[in-house]
Nanobody, 115 residues
């Protein structure tokens, strides 16, 4: 059973930056897809950014140009660099990883953007 552990969330002022990390207990090479979802209070969980096993990335329109997803296979970790943060980026951020027959979720990390 693979475990995903997120870290790096916190409180940041508008315009600031944070880097989230998602560490997997096993090899991330086994996942064809890894992504960062986010869920604001009272809203559905939406995909913010994703990366495939081949390194292709995709971003929601709301974060494109500000967020960057990357991965380090040697460290079994996926990152989300978030720049120019806005109050509307406030949410719980969840790491997601997919194999052919299984999907895994992390426990989430809170990101709050406020002055």
């Amino acid at each position: 059973q693979v475990q995903l552990v997120e870290s790096g969330g916190g409180l940041v002022q508008p315009g600031g930056s944070l880097r989230l990390s998602c560490a997997a207990s096993g090899s991330i090479s086994s996942f064809y897809f890894m992504g960062w979802y986010r869920q604001a209070p009272g809203k559905q969980r939406d995909l913010a950014a994703s990366i495939t096993s081949g390194g292709s990335t995709n971003y929601a329109d709301s974060v494109r140009g500000r967020f960057t997803i990357s991965k380090d296979n040697a460290k079994n970790t996926v990152y989300l660099q978030m720049n120019s943060l806005k109050p509307e980026d406030t949410a719980v951020y969840y790491c997601n990883a997919r194999q052919s027959t299984k999907t895994y979720w992390g426990q989430g990390t809170q990101v709050t953007v406020s002055s």
